[in-house]
């Protein structure tokens, strides 16, 4: 079996004492690399300062080695700051006025993928297999077949992909596009965003779909597919009911005795949805006044990426309008909105999911949004609670149990709060064993097993075209 290398700009690096490191998407790629052996490559988190970063820094796992790289302040900012927070990350989730074009931040961006390029390169041997994930390192697989690379490389992105009209506007959308060719398969998480990139081809007359997943575009031929990116369902089930025994988690359930807790779990970031989705929250009570005092919405919303204005600007419009919805609605002996501004860990959150008769999930777009499963996951098949789900995640392509909401009609969600607090509990276990019975038999290890099964199988295609 070929070794595989996996390619991130974040690596989750294994715990001190050894233990791998948490998260559906680590665990089963750290899975496929204990069995096959082999390397994951990404930036370390830090910066050099203004010096060249120095070596490679390696740590051996079992059959993974893990190899990390500093970057340059420059780099930090332009490359990953710049344009891949504020250029592809709004592009790809629709929210062209938040675009910041600027021609160093995209110069930035082409050169740390070249510069990941040279270094990943020594460590690669020819019959290797290399998976590169996400938005930061789209021109990778080009900048390595420059150097003369003939491994298989795929890719998956873990965000939307947006449709032509929006990815135009981008300056650079043709070199990015030229980027996703030199990959054998390129994978998306829905098939919507597979078809915007179908589209943008046949829009801008620069490639073919060839049928049965095979695209031709500048002289190559690749595969792309829809590949929906799972959890640990099984085992996140069972995260679930052990944390019954945990003591936030208790502590929490006797906080909201005789209450339906809601709970809404985010990275601050503008594509969540998480102001209107206070609106809604607001317009529920309003509407609704028999649920005042009678439900605490939790809000955990650890912060993200602040050091790129558009998010610093938002951690300060939730913080407000919670304070406002809770100070206009709240009472002396009931806080409406809990609003947690830090990360709580993963077998807390399994508990947490379980105590919240709602999860509302209402992202403005999603590429997949692992929280709606994993609240799925960790219901109590009994007495499951109802997810309130947004159509523009990827994930509701998939759950279709939930209640489907579209964020930007906040009477819209605000309605499908009170259904989904006043819903039979025959109807929840119907649609929760439906959502369920998909997640057992889609999770993260299968994903997984597809996308590198069709990785393999891309080794038998003509790479380019006569
Ligand atoms: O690296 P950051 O800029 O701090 O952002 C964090 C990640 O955000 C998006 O990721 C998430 O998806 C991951 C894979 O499905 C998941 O493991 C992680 O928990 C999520 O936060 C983005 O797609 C990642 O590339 C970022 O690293
Ligand atoms: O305080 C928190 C908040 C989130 N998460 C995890 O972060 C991931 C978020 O993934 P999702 O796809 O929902 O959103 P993303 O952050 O990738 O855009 C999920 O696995 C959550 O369990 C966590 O461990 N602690």
């Given at each position: 079996?070929?070794?595989?290398?996996?390619?991130?700009n974040r690596?989750?690096?294994?715990?001190?004492?050894?233990?791998?490191?948490?998260?559906?998407?680590?665990?089963?790629?750290?899975?496929?690399?204990?069995?096959?052996?082999?390397?994951?490559?990404g930036w370390s988190g830090e910066s050099s300062g203004d010096r060249e970063p120095g070596?490679l820094?390696?740590?051996?796992?079992?059959?993974?080695?893990?190899?990390l790289t500093d970057l340059t302040d420059t780099d930090v900012e332009e490359y990953y700051r710049g344009f891949a927070n504020r250029v592809?990350?709004?592009?790809?989730?629709?929210?062209?006025?938040?675009?910041?074009?600027g021609?160093k931040e995209m110069a930035g961006y082409f050169r740390v993928n070249r510069f990941f390029a040279h270094r990943?390169?020594?460590?690669?041997?020819?019959?290797?297999?290399?998976?590169?994930?996400?938005?930061h390192l789209?021109p990778l697989?080009?900048e390595?077949?420059?150097?003369?690379?003939?491994?298989?490389?795929?890719?998956?992105?873990?965000?939307?992909?947006?449709?032509?009209?929006?990815?135009?506007?981008?300056?650079?959308?043709?070199?990015?596009?030229?980027?996703?060719?030199?990959?054998?398969?390129?994978?998306?998480?829905?098939?919507?965003?597979?078809?915007?990139?179908?589209?943008?081809?046949?829009?801008?007359?620069?490639?073919?779909?060839?049928?049965?997943?095979?695209?031709?575009?500048?002289?190559?031929?690749?595969?792309?597919?829809?590949?929906?990116?799972?959890?640990?369902?099984?085992?996140?089930?069972?995260?679930?009911?052990?944390?019954?025994?945990?003591?936030?988690?208790?502590?929490?359930?006797?906080?909201?005795?005789?209450?339906?807790?809601?709970?809404?779990?985010?990275?601050?970031?503008?594509?969540?949805?998480?102001?209107?989705?206070?609106?809604?929250?607001?317009?529920?009570?309003?509407?609704?006044?028999?649920?005042?005092?009678?439900?605490?919405?939790?809000?955990?919303?650890?912060?993200?990426?602040?050091e790129v204005?558009?998010?610093?600007?938002?951690?300060?419009?939730?913080?407000?309008?919670?304070?406002?919805?809770?100070?206009?609605?709240?009472?002396?002996?009931?806080?409406?909105?809990?609003?947690?501004?830090?990360?709580?860990?993963?077998?807390?959150?399994?508990?947490?999911?379980?105590?919240?008769?709602?999860?509302?999930?209402?992202?403005?777009?999603?590429?997949?949004?692992?929280?709606?499963?994993?609240?799925?996951?960790?219901?109590?098949?009994?007495?499951?609670?109802?997810?309130?789900?947004?159509?523009?995640?990827?994930?509701?392509?998939?759950?279709?149990?939930?209640?489907?909401?579209?964020?930007?009609?906040?009477?819209?969600?605000?309605?499908?709060?009170?259904?989904?607090?006043?819903?039979?509990?025959?109807?929840?276990?119907?649609?929760?064993?439906?959502?369920?019975?998909?997640?057992?038999?889609?999770?993260?290890?299968?994903?997984?097993?597809?996308?590198?099964?069709?990785?393999?199988?891309?080794?038998?295609?003509?790479?380019?075209?006569?």
């Amino acid at each position: 079996m070929s070794r595989l290398i996996v390619v991130s700009n974040r690596v989750p690096m294994p715990a001190k004492d050894g233990s791998a490191a948490a998260g559906g998407l680590a665990v089963a790629l750290q899975a496929a690399l204990q069995a096959r052996g082999g390397i994951w490559m990404g930036w370390s988190g830090e910066s050099s300062g203004d010096r060249e970063p120095g070596a490679l820094s390696q740590l051996q796992k079992g059959n993974i080695t893990y190899a990390l790289t500093d970057l340059t302040d420059t780099d930090v900012e332009e490359y990953y700051r710049g344009f891949a927070n504020r250029v592809l990350w709004p592009i790809c989730h629709y929210r062209l006025d938040l675009a910041e074009y600027g021609r160093k931040e995209m110069a930035g961006y082409f050169r740390v993928n070249r510069f990941f390029a040279h270094r990943l390169a020594p460590l690669i041997q020819p019959d290797d297999i290399i998976w590169v994930h996400d938005y930061h390192l789209i021109p990778l697989a080009a900048e390595l077949r420059q150097m003369g690379l003939k491994n298989r490389i795929g890719f998956f992105l873990h965000i939307p992909w947006p449709p032509a009209d929006i990815l135009v506007t981008m300056p650079v959308h043709e070199e990015i596009m030229r980027g996703l060719s030199h990959y054998d398969l390129v994978g998306f998480q829905t098939d919507y965003d597979l078809q915007n990139f179908a589209g943008y081809l046949r829009r801008e007359g620069i490639g073919d779909d060839l049928g049965n997943g095979l695209f031709d575009s500048h002289g190559r031929i690749f595969k792309a597919g829809a590949y929906p990116i799972g959890i640990e369902t099984a085992a996140f089930a069972d995260f679930a009911e052990r944390a019954a025994d945990n003591v936030m988690v208790q502590k929490t359930r006797r906080s909201v005795e005789g209450r339906d807790m809601i709970i809404g779990v985010d990275r601050l970031d503008y594509s969540k949805g998480i102001i209107q989705r206070l609106e809604a929250f607001e317009r529920f009570l309003t509407t609704n006044p028999a649920y005042q005092n009678k439900v605490t919405y939790l809000q955990v919303t650890p912060k993200s990426r602040s050091e790129v204005p558009e998010y610093e600007h938002m951690q300060k419009m939730v913080a407000e309008q919670a304070g406002r919805v809770n100070g206009a609605i709240g009472t002396v002996d009931w806080v409406p909105i809990r609003y947690v501004n830090r990360s709580i860990s993963r077998n807390v959150l399994a508990g947490l999911y379980r105590l919240a008769t709602i999860g509302l999930v209402t992202p403005l777009r999603d590429g997949m949004n692992l929280v709606a499963k994993e609240y799925v996951a960790a219901q109590n098949p009994d007495r499951p609670g109802v997810l309130v789900l947004s159509r523009f995640a990827g994930a509701a392509r998939e759950l279709k149990g939930a209640l489907l909401v579209n964020p930007y009609d906040v009477e819209g969600t605000a309605n499908a709060l009170a259904r989904g607090l006043a819903m039979s509990l025959e109807e929840r276990r119907e649609r929760w064993s439906m959502m369920m019975e998909h997640l057992l038999s889609h999770d993260v290890s299968l994903w997984c097993e597809n996308f590198l099964r069709d990785l393999v199988t891309a080794a038998e295609l003509p790479r380019t075209v006569t």
